[in-house]
């Protein structure tokens, strides 16, 4: 089988900004798996994005996050805007794999043309977001969505990164679950935007609100006032509010704001990436000063973060 040619940053651009699926499922996948052709795709989208609204969509399982994406996928497209997702699932213990898949997430979206859903694997990373994430998003961006919203796994607490690429965040919970009420208490409050109370025709839904502004009222932010909102995704009910007050929130972005943003993603990738090269090259080296400090750990000499130091000076030494 002949091998696909090797496109330069230029032709990636040009089909990018053209909006052929095809070279967007191929782009996607090079920087995900951080194939070869990865760095051309990337200098094709950095300096075409930071125009998408980032949306990230976070909470326990069971609170309905999906159906309520899929609901609001629907009212974007109906006033016109070009959408794009990237769905954080759990890794399969075997392949590494995402093991829901973009087929089985939002099926009823997959003939529109202006939807895109790619479902990534969160690979164990702890905060529910793989580290090719930001990547993903900063290709939809380039490649003309005007919303790319983030769903992830729904881990709890520890999902504070989704601030790192999100510019609004949504903290989904639903009625009568008091473990996901905790959760919001205990780590990811800080980090909600919009706190949504979904399926909220359900009973408890107006205690689960009394609960959630509670909380808010122990910990307000100054620069804005974190509202509560009450949706029903499968009967659509409170589904504009939510999207009026997502507009709302954005709108209050200033640039400044909006470029401390994309630098916070840019520090992810470039932490990622150091990451990345550390690990590979350090797994073949074959210098015999980190085979000492292996040893010295081992003895019980030295503790692991000063050797991890001293091994990334060396292994940075012949990069």
């Not at 040619?5 to 499922?25: C, F, I």
Request: hydrophobic share 45%; charged share 25%; with cysteine.
């Amino acid at each position: 089988m002949a091998q696909r040619k090797a496109l330069t940053s230029d032709e990636w651009a040009a089909h990018l900004g053209n909006g052929e699926r095809v070279a967007l499922a191929r782009a996607i996948t090079a920087v995900e798996n951080d194939r070869a052709d990865a760095k051309a795709v990337l200098g094709a989208v950095y300096g075409r994005a930071g125009r998408a609204q980032v949306i990230g969509i976070t909470g326990a399982p069971g609170v309905g996050k999906s159906t309520l994406l899929n609901v609001l996928i629907a009212n974007y497209r109906a006033a016109g805007q070009k959408v794009g997702v990237v769905a954080v699932d759990p890794s399969s213990p075997i392949s590494g794999g995402a093991i829901l898949g973009d087929r089985i997430r939002m099926s009823e979206h997959g003939g529109d043309a202006g939807v895109f859903v790619r479902s990534l694997a969160a690979r164990g990373h702890l905060g529910g977001l793989s580290r090719a994430a930001a990547r993903v998003v900063d290709v939809m961006d380039a490649a003309g969505f005007d919303i790319v919203i983030v769903e992830t796994v729904g881990t709890g607490q520890s999902e504070v990164e989704i601030m790192d690429i999100a510019q609004t965040v949504l903290v989904v919970s639903a009625p009568g679950l008091g473990d996901d009420i905790q959760a919001v208490k205990a780590g990811i409050l800080e980090i909600a935007d919009i706190l949504v109370v979904n399926k909220a025709d359900m009973p408890l839904a107006d205690r689960t609100e009394a609960q959630l502004r509670d909380a808010l009222a122990l910990g307000q932010r100054g620069d804005w006032d974190v509202p509560v909102m009450k949706t029903a995704s499968v009967a659509g009910e409170g589904i504009p509010e939510l999207v009026a007050e997502i507009a709302r929130h954005h709108g209050q972005l200033d640039l400044r704001d909006r470029e401390q943003a994309a630098r916070v993603r840019m520090r992810k990738l470039i932490a990622s990436t150091a990451a990345d090269l550390l690990r590979d090259r350090m797994s073949v080296s074959e210098d015999g000063r980190i085979d000492a400090l292996c040893d010295a750990v081992s003895r019980g000499d030295l503790d692991f973060e000063e050797v991890a130091v001293q091994a990334a000076k060396l292994i940075a030494k012949g990069l």
